[in-house]
């Protein structure tokens, strides 16, 4: 059993719970009180998922946000646009308060690679204030540097690998990636943080899921997320040689047998449709047509800037 953060909110007498490991919202069978809570992750991964689709609320279960463009890895299917300007220091903190405040049940801060931020403690603390879950995800690069930093701040890491060996990550993103990325994690699962690795599905990558899970095991990980290619940003150059549909991805992670204790999932291109980001414009960015394009939508003056459509509210869940 391990006991860690979540956060909750009440809609219709049944309470919502977010994980910020997994990113899902799980059916709580009782009412809890809104805001953080400490859960039992076992118990919790038993309750129901549900998607947003599903739920009648035009407010987000979470949010994406990436502060940053810079990175010190140039990933071949990296979903950032690299033209878009960064905001400086106080517009960063601005945006972090109307975060903070705007009713979402779980904040990611991403990139770019996040760990390059000199402020990334103090925007987690203002992300957090107000009751959210938060998390960040990074490549691994500086993590071992900086994890003591993140804890109390951070209510989970999650870390990208592309391989589950020096090889096959490397050939992705850069020699040396893998090592500092492994050592990253084992320092974040020392330091109390949970941790869960992202591991994006392509052709290329799809027989190493088993071999990532195992990883997961041996470095301290919680679990892994199979994240289905999305043709966005850098990944458009892979959409034909790459790309996997959601049917195929499903097929291989029947096959996938997690070790104890490592949890599993996959997040399709259908669940992440309508997906809410704020990227380093400071503006609402929404994927758009079964993730396979992003759309930029309004800047973010006020909390009610992230609201989802009632179009995406009437549809059902994958």
Not at 105 to 133: F, K, N, Y
Request: net charge neutral; hydrophobic share 45%; aromatic share 4%.
């Amino acid at each position: 059993m391990t006991v860690r953060a979540f956060s909750t909110s009440v809609l219709g007498g049944r309470s919502l719970v977010y994980d910020p490991a997994t990113e899902l919202t799980h059916l709580a069978p009782q009412v809890l009180p809104p805001g953080r809570c400490w859960l039992d992750d076992t118990q919790v991964t038993a309750w129901m998922a549900v998607f947003q689709r599903q739920v009648a609320t035009a407010v987000p279960f979470n949010v994406c946000w990436s502060p940053l463009v810079r990175c010190n890895l140039t990933c071949p299917q990296c979903l950032d646009d690299k033209t878009i300007e960064e905001l400086r220091g106080i517009e960063r903190a601005r945006i972090a308060r109307i975060l903070a405040t705007s009713g979402t049940l779980g904040l990611d801060i991403s990139g770019g690679e996040p760990l390059l931020l000199r402020d990334l403690t103090a925007l987690g603390r203002t992300l957090r204030s107000a009751g959210a879950v938060v998390s960040c995800t990074t490549n691994g690069w500086h993590l071992a540097r900086r994890a003591p930093e993140l804890v109390g701040i951070f209510d989970a890491i999650r870390v990208s690998l592309d391989g589950p060996t020096a090889a096959t990550h490397d050939h992705w993103r850069g020699a040396g990636s893998f090592a500092r990325a492994c050592e990253g994690i084992q320092a974040a699962a020392r330091a109390g943080l949970p941790v869960q690795l992202h591991y994006v599905v392509m052709r290329s990558t799809a027989d190493g899921m088993q071999q990532i899970v195992d990883l997961a095991a041996r470095l301290g990980a919680g679990g892994v997320t199979f994240l289905q290619m999305l043709p966005i940003g850098d990944g458009r150059a892979l959409r034909d040689t790459q790309m996997l549909s959601d049917d195929q991805a499903r097929t291989r992670l029947e096959a996938v047998m997690p070790p104890p204790g490592v949890r599993v999932r996959l997040r399709t291109r259908e669940i992440a449709d309508a997906f809410t980001v704020v990227r380093a414009d400071g503006k609402v960015w929404r994927n758009t047509d079964q993730a396979s394009e992003i759309s930029a939508l309004r800047p973010l003056v006020r909390a009610e800037d992230l609201h989802l459509p009632v179009p995406v509210l009437q549809g059902s869940a994958s």
